[in-house]
């Protein structure tokens, strides 16, 4: 082979890498994520507060009662830097943190948090209805 179609194989075939790169791209930015927050708080406790917000979306400051859930979409933006945060105000306590990063959205990884507040702390579970297996957050009681 000669170098100009040497040169031209490689200039297609960089190219192609480059488009199926993009292709993989774009699919991880359609992805829907859902974020849900189960108040499971005793009956007839006081109520959770709660007030999340992205840099470009704000849901404003929330009563949740026992059994009520909270519930949003959304999809990590262009630049790959979503990131919603949450506080979370029960009696005496008030809690914040991270809920969602665009960086845990990768491949084969969960697209739907469920977090789960109780009266011990808040909890993560994977899926839409979560049950068995939760993560410890936090416990109302850590300083």
């Known amino acids: 082979m000669d170098r100009t179609v040497t040169n031209t194989v490689f200039f297609l075939f960089l190219l192609s890498m480059n488009f199926a790169h993009q292709i993989g791209a774009q699919r ?3 992805r ?3 974020i849900h927050v189960y108040n499971r708080l005793p009956e007839k406790s006081n109520p959770l507060y709660l007030h999340c917000a992205s840099k470009d979306d704000d849901f404003g400051d929330q009563t949740f009662y026992s059994g009520q859930t909270f519930t949003w979409n959304f999809r ?3 630049w790959g830097t979503t ?7 029960w009696e005496q306590y008030l809690r914040k943190f991270v809920v969602f990063r665009a960086e845990w959205d990768v491949d084969n990884y969960q697209h739907s948090y469920s977090y789960i507040v109780n009266n011990e ?4 579970g994977y899926g839409d209805s979560p049950t068995g297996d939760l993560t410890e957050i936090l416990r109302w009681d850590d300083e």
């Not at 990131?83 to 105000?89: A, D, I, Q, R, V």
């Not at 702390?121 to 993560?124: D, E, P, Q, S």
């Open 28 to 30: 991880k930015f359609m």
């Open 32 to 34: 829907r994520h859902t």
């Open 83 to 89: 990131l919603y945060f949450c506080s979370f105000s």
């Open 121 to 124: 702390g808040i909890y993560l």
């Open 76 to 78: 990590v933006n262009f």
